[in-house]
């Protein structure tokens, strides 16, 4: 069975740092792209960022170039997004998912991150 | 890049057909074949339900189908059932340099 499990959310004051980490399993995880998706409470969802198979590619949306680094290990079949410099907009949940050629799947459960003094 | 246009609500009654609209531009959805269509119940994660526009994934029921004309996407749900109450949301592809996607704004079913 294909699973990603995401862990590492919390709390944290504004101008923190937190790192997401997500645990792929049931696939052949160096053989695909990998993003996170967000979606703050009570609003849509919002893509993130995306890594290449080999970690050589790396794309992020506009709001978070410059705070966000996403990264993977593929020895470890892990997939991290370590956030700087947060903020309260930064509040969400936070998805790790599978990305095939056009589409996100499966996802995993989420992890809440939340910004707050 | 500016979130795609989706209604915030759409209803029916069990039996009937809904479609739910999913408008961008030329540079997301008019411009690639990659629309992908997401089910989200209450406090769970979003599942894949299209992708390519009008393709399903194995064990997604025939009911669900989705279609693209210009620059609007569209999915169709037919024979609503109960179950099919959740939020749904359509994707692009956004292109450019920065290998973009970018999402609907969500659309909540009710079934009446």
């Known amino acids: 069975e294909v699973q990603l499990v995401e862990s590492g959310g919390g709390l944290v004051q504004p101008g923190g740092s937190l790192r997401l980490s997500c645990a792929a399993s049931?696939?052949?995880?160096?053989?695909?792209?990998m993003s996170w998706v967000r979606q703050a409470p009570g609003k849509g969802l919002e893509w993130v960022a995306n890594?290449?198979?080999?970690?050589?590619?790396?794309y992020s949306v506009d709001s978070v170039k410059g705070r966000f680094t996403i990264s993977r290990d593929n020895a470890k079949n892990s997939l991290y997004l370590q956030m700087n410099s947060l903020r309260a907009e930064d509040t969400a949940v936070y998805y790790c998912?599978?990305?095939?050629?056009?589409?996100?799947?499966?996802w995993g459960q989420g992890t809440l991150v939340t910004v707050s003094s | 890049q500016s979130a795609l246009t989706q209604p915030r609500s759409v209803s029916g009654s069990p039996g009937q057909s809904v479609t739910i609209s999913c408008t961008g531009t030329?540079?997301?959805?008019?411009?690639?074949?990659?629309v992908s269509w997401y089910q989200q119940h209450p406090g769970k994660a979003p599942k894949l339900m299209i992708y390519?526009?009008?393709k399903r994934p194995s064990g997604v029921p025939d009911r669900f189908s989705g279609s693209k004309s210009g620059n609007t996407a569209s999915l169709t749900i037919s024979g609503l059932q109960a179950e099919d109450e959740a939020d749904y949301y359509c994707?692009?592809?956004?292109?450019?340099?920065?290998?973009?996607?970018?999402f609907g704004g969500g659309t909540k079913l009710t079934v009446l």
């Open positions: 998912a599978r990305a095939a050629k056009g589409w996100f799947d499966p």
């Open positions: 049931g696939f052949t995880f160096n053989n695909y792209w």
């Open positions: 890594i290449k198979q080999d970690g050589s590619e790396m």
């Open positions: 030329s540079s997301d959805v008019g411009g690639y074949n990659s």
């Open positions: 390519d526009v009008s």
């Open positions: 994707c692009s592809y956004a292109g450019s340099y920065t290998f973009n996607w970018v």
